[in-house]
Structures are given as C-alpha cells and as structure tokens.
C-alpha cells in the first residue's frame, strides 16, 4: 500500500507591529460586553490560554511553528497506519507527557471559571488538549480537540488512563527513561510542543522503542483521546459545539488564531446568526473580519483585571 499523502500544516498569520494599549477605556468596553450578554456570552479558547503554565502554542510570537519552522506533527492517517509513526510518536511523548501533566492553570483559566461562577460566561468551548479549565473550576466546557489524559484502543474503542499508559511504557522502554536522566542532567532537554510531544534529536532511532498492545482485546493499537491534525472533531461533540454557539449571544474567542475550521466555522456560525464576537489575540486569526472587535493583546492583559472588574 502506498503511503498516504502528507497534509500540509498552513495558518502562520502575521504578528502586529504593536499591541493594543489595554487602557481603562479598553477594560470597561470588555467589562460592558459581558454585562450587556451576562449568562449568554460563550468562551472559545486556544493555546494562547495556556502559555503561561509553561505550554507552548502553535503560532504565538515564540510558537512552535514561528521558532521551529521545519516542525511537522504526527499526523492521523500516519498514527493509525503505522507501525514506525506509533513508535515515534509513542517515544517523543514518552518525555513530553510529564511536564504536560505537571502544568498547573494560570490566572487566565481562573479568570474564565470566575466569570462563570458569577454568572457571566454561559460555558467554553476549548481547543486545547491540557485539561487546565477544568482544573480551574470551569464546568460547562467542551474539549474539541479531545484530552491527553487518556488513551483509546483502536480496535475495541477501551480507555485507559494515560498515567497508566505511561507507566506500561515505563516497564517497557528502561533504556529510554535512562537517556531522558541523562538529557536533563546534561542541561540539553528539549524543547517541548502543545501537544504533550517533544523535539528530540533528529539522528535518533525509534526501531528500539515499544508499546503496548491493548490489554482488553490483546490487539490493537492505542493512541489518544485528541483529534491529530488531519483527523475530525467527532460528530457528538461538533453538535454539542454547535448547540453552544446557538444557545448563546455572543462570543469571547482567547488566545486562537482560528487557523483550524473546527474553531472558526462556529465564529462563522454565530455571525451569521448577528451574533458579537469579541476577539483577545496577539496576532492576525482566521476570524479577524468577523470580530465586532479585536484586542492585538495577550489573553492576561484581559481577563484577569475584567473578572476582578465585575466582582
């Protein structure tokens, strides 16, 4: 069989010359949306959110896409026909994993549970895989992109916890845990992705590295409960995302270039519905022409002064 065509990763949308200047002025308008909508404004969230708990985004101003530019995720065609691309994947994130599960929120996850628990935020929808809005106290949020918590078999559809996973593989691959010991205490541990994988170093060979089969079936492969970059946000939760946006008045989007049209086509759902859409971005997204307005600013000059605004 031949291999399946590679899909091209697009959406490196420029990065302004200048920020807004989040004046009083700037504070108020966001605080005034969120009155005027209280209980109806919907949250959509991407890894910009998540940076400050020391997970790096795709396309921010130190983005892994901006700094690596040869950097290609794993793809889902790749993970469920290969054999070798299981391998690679399984062992990058064999290192990446733990400091993904280490990250504890940040006052922008806080401040979006606040505004919910004061009534303000009607619920989010969130692009991010790190679990860290729930770990804040949000509690009506929808995982789009799924969570890394936990891994699924694809033959029989079993779950297990990715804690437990790691810790199969840990029993498994002793050689690699030892050359992760000496990577960190070399100083040269790699960078890290917003994924939960890493960037180890090119002349590695993956043919060593195992993993487990599943242990309710005895035969097939797992991978995680994500959508990979050319895989579908499953059909539940695209209605349950479409719901949302229906059910609300207007949209926060934080943090997101809206490069992914999961994201973006419930932007372009709630605008053609007359709905507002207030976007909190440093740098140019997908739904910039459909925002009633863009903040050119970091999520944290944001929501954190406008939660403690309307308390």
């Given amino acids: 069989m031949a291999p399946a065509a590679r899909v091209r990763i697009k959406g490196l949308y420029t990065l302004p010359k200048a920020q807004t200047v989040v004046t009083p002025a700037i504070l108020e308008t966001v605080a005034d949306f969120f009155r ?3 209980g109806r404004v919907l949250g959509l969230t991407g890894a910009g959110v998540s940076v400050l708990s020391g997970i790096p985004d795709y396309r921010g101003s130190n983005g892994t896409y901006r700094v690596y530019g040869s950097y290609t995720p794993i ?4 993970l469920i026909q290969q054999h070798t691309s299981r391998q690679r994947y399984w062992a990058r994130s064999f290192f990446g994993i733990k400091p993904a599960f280490q990250a504890e929120p940040n006052t922008n996850h806080y401040a979006l549970a606040t505004l919910e628990s004061r009534g ?6 969130t692009q991010n895989v790190d679990g860290l809005h729930l770990q804040a106290g949000s509690r009506n949020v929808l995982e789009l992109h799924g969570t890394l918590k ?4 694809l033959g029989c559809g079993f779950r297990e916890s990715r804690s437990e996973f790691q810790k199969r593989l840990e029993e498994m691959n002793p050689e690699w845990a030892d050359f992760w010991c000496q990577m960190v205490r070399s100083g040269k541990e790699p960078a890290r992705r917003p994924d939960g994988d890493v960037d180890l ?3 590695l060979e993956y043919e060593s590295f195992k993993y487990p089969k599943c242990h309710k079936c005895h035969t097939g492969n797992f991978m995680p409960t994500v959508v990979f970059f050319g895989g579908n946000v499953s059909e539940m939760d695209r209605e349950r995302s479409y719901r949302m946006v229906d059910d609300a008045d207007a949209l926060l989007v934080c943090g997101t270039s809206l490069t992914t049209f999961s994201a973006y086509r419930l932007v372009k759902r709630a605008r053609e519905q007359g709905k507002q ?3 909190v971005n440093y740098g140019q997204t997908r739904g910039d022409a459909d925002a009633t307005l863009k903040l050119e600013t970091v999520c944290e000059n944001i929501l954190s002064p406008v939660a403690a605004q309307l308390a």
């Fill in 36 to 38: 005027q909508y209280r």
């Fill in 120 to 125: 303000y935020l009607a619920g989010l929808i």
């Fill in 150 to 153: 936990y891994v699924k078999c």
């Fill in 75 to 78: 793809l889902h065609h790749e």
């Fill in 201 to 203: 170093p090119p002349n």
């Fill in 277 to 279: 859409a207030l976007i």
